[in-house]
């Protein structure tokens, strides 16, 4: 059978390594089930020599001055931008999600984080401090970089969380083996080919392919100096376990069940929209997504009629049409748990149902071209006088599918939106900016909107607090996971402070 796309192959020394593996597997497009490209798992041996040709870059990437570093990755922005079209294709392929979203989106941030981090650095973002400490003495900074990172990304923003993670990487003079999500690398020999086309040099950005035991690999190697991870709680904790071994600096990106807050004087069609927003966009496959609803009881019932009205512009459909603003779900295997999520809400935590379900949607035999059938659709569900006991409430369902529950009073509300080991995002909607900032303050979450859900541009510092994660990435703090410091105190004055004088 002929697959869509080329095989992808492990990418270092500066070129596809059709050598570097013994097994593979395939790549499945989630809207017909139907396989698109066979990925070559990676051997321990060409994963250390992805290793190597990084440490062999290492040198000369780190002494490149910024400023040039910054025009390669300039490059680098400039190609992606030029080639969004044909990247959002091969992102909607991978990951299901429609064109209108990929295109609009996924590279697009991309790019933007990419060039962030490259005027950053060419700007004088690698600058140290210095402090005066004296007339005599100064004490000044500089930020060096770390070495060989390894980069392990989540499926659901490939390209994005590729270049988030690569683009302050490589501007602050460090090298990247990177590995996608074995659902979705169809992105990241593509993004090596692009770095490499704009003068990135060989070994300083390598693709390696495969699962959770090439990523484990890569994580514990001793000549890795940093791990950024992007993905599940659970995974976290052991990549994060496996690095402090080797007191590896690390960056976790992890899930989350944030609260989206509806105040009692909010305008409730923005804060449908904003609830739309955090649980549909991307079929509920956003880490940021604010699940657990909260709505005062006096507007519960004004709130649900508008939502399921807005629901109707849902529109799943052939994922390539520009109409289309809602895909299939990534996979089987997590069509499988977002189902028995649906399901266990109707039967074990009896949840009231308001749409959705668990059925398959009508629409595959009605609306859409017949090789639909056996891909990954689920209906958009939402969920109604739902409490905070419930498993649907408490767990991360990464669907698209949200629970509502009521409260009656602000300190109420805090208290149950923070009662949750996770502590990724949150939002509120109010028109009363001083209550939504007191309320904002009060929540336990890293990343916080107002009258507003989802948007994440380079400027704004993004990491989970409690369980969702450590570190940030993006925005000025973005950088500053990517270096190690050196303080200097330079004392002129002659004399070194001594226990050590003759009495
Ligand atoms: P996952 O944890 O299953 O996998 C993530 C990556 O880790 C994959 O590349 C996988 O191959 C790799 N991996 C698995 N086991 C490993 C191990 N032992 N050592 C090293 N690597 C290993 O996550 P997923 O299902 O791909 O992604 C969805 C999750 O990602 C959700 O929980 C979502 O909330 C989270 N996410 C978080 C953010 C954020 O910025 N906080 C962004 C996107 C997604």
């Given amino acids: 059978m002929t697959l869509p796309y080329a095989p992808r192959f492990a990418f270092y020394d500066g070129k596809l390594q059709r050598g570097s593996s013994t097994s593979s597997f395939q790549t499945i497009d989630p809207a017909t089930a139907e396989p698109t490209a066979n990925i070559h798992t990676t051997t321990p041996a060409a994963i250390d020599a992805a290793i190597a040709s990084a440490q062999k870059a290492f040198p000369a990437w780190s002494a490149t001055p910024a400023i040039e570093r910054a025009r390669i990755l300039q490059r680098a922005a400039a190609l992606l931008r030029a080639r969004n079209d044909d990247l959002a294709r091969i992102e909607t392929r991978d990951t299901g999600k429609p064109f209108s979203e990929t295109s609009t989106v996924d590279v697009v941030t991309g790019a933007d984080v990419l060039e962030y981090f490259a005027n950053m650095v060419g700007g004088g973002g690698m600058n140290g401090e210095t402090t005066q400490l004296r007339p005599d003495a100064w004490v000044y900074t500089t930020k060096n970089s770390l070495g060989v990172c390894a980069g392990i990304g989540a499926w659901n923003y490939p390209i994005q969380i590729a270049l988030w993670k690569s683009a302050p990487c490589?501007?602050?003079?460090?090298?990247?083996?990177?590995?996608?999500?074995?659902?979705?690398?169809?992105?990241?020999?593509?993004?090596?080919?692009?770095?490499?086309?704009?003068?990135?040099?060989?070994g300083v950005f390598n693709v390696i392919q495969g699962g959770g035991e090439v990523g484990a690999y890569l994580t514990q190697h001793p000549s890795i100096a940093k791990v950024s991870f992007t993905g599940q709680v659970s995974t976290g904790a052991k990549v994060a376990g496996s690095a402090a071994g080797g007191m590896k600096y690390v960056t976790m990106e992890l899930g989350g069940k944030s609260p989206c807050i509806i105040l009692p004087d909010a305008d409730i069609d923005q804060a449908v929209d904003g609830a739309m927003m955090a649980n549909f966009f991307s079929t509920g496959q956003v880490c940021t997504n604010g699940t657990r609803v909260f709505v005062p009881e006096t507007i519960k019932a004004e709130f649900e009629k508008r939502l399921?009205?807005?629901?109707?512009?849902?529109?799943?459909?052939?994922?390539?049409?520009?109409?289309?603003?809602?895909?299939?779900?990534?996979?089987?295997?997590?069509?499988?748990?977002?189902?028995?999520?649906?399901?266990?809400?109707?039967?074990?935590?009896?949840?009231?149902?308001?749409?959705?379900?668990?059925?398959?949607?009508?629409?595959?035999?009605?609306?859409?071209?017949?090789?639909?059938?056996?891909?990954?659709?689920?209906?958009?569900?939402?969920?109604?006088?739902?409490?905070?006991?419930?498993?649907?409430?408490?767990?991360?369902?990464?669907?698209?599918?949200?629970?509502?529950?009521?409260?009656?009073?602000?300190?109420?509300?805090v208290a149950r939106a923070n009662a949750t080991k996770m502590g990724l995002a949150a939002g509120v909607f109010t028109n009363n900016l001083n209550l939504a900032h007191q309320v904002v303050a009060k929540l336990e979450a890293g990343i916080t909107w107002i009258n507003t859900w989802g948007e994440s541009p380079a400027e704004m510092s993004v990491g989970g607090w409690k369980m969702s994660g450590v570190g940030v990435e993006n925005g000025r703090k973005g950088l500053e996971a990517w270096v190690k410091n050196k303080s200097t105190l330079v004392e002129m004055g002659g004399a070194v402070p001594t226990v050590f004088a003759k009495l």
């Fill in 170 to 202: 490589l501007a602050a003079g460090n090298c990247m083996v990177y590995k996608p999500s074995e659902f979705t690398p169809l992105h990241s020999t593509v993004l090596a080919e692009i770095y490499a086309e704009a003068g990135v040099p060989a």
């Fill in 308 to 413: 399921l009205e807005k629901v109707q512009h849902i529109r799943a459909g052939d994922v390539l049409d520009s109409n289309t603003n809602f895909g299939p779900l990534v996979s089987k295997p997590h069509y499988e748990k977002v189902l028995s999520y649906i399901r266990h809400g109707i039967q074990q935590d009896k949840a009231k149902l308001l749409c959705g379900g668990p059925e398959k949607p009508t629409w595959l035999s009605s609306h859409y071209d017949k090789s639909y059938a056996n891909g990954y659709w689920v209906q958009p569900t939402i969920f109604t006088n739902c409490t905070d006991d419930m498993k649907i409430v408490q767990e991360e369902i990464f669907g698209p599918v949200m629970s509502i529950l009521s409260y009656k009073t602000i300190d109420e509300v």
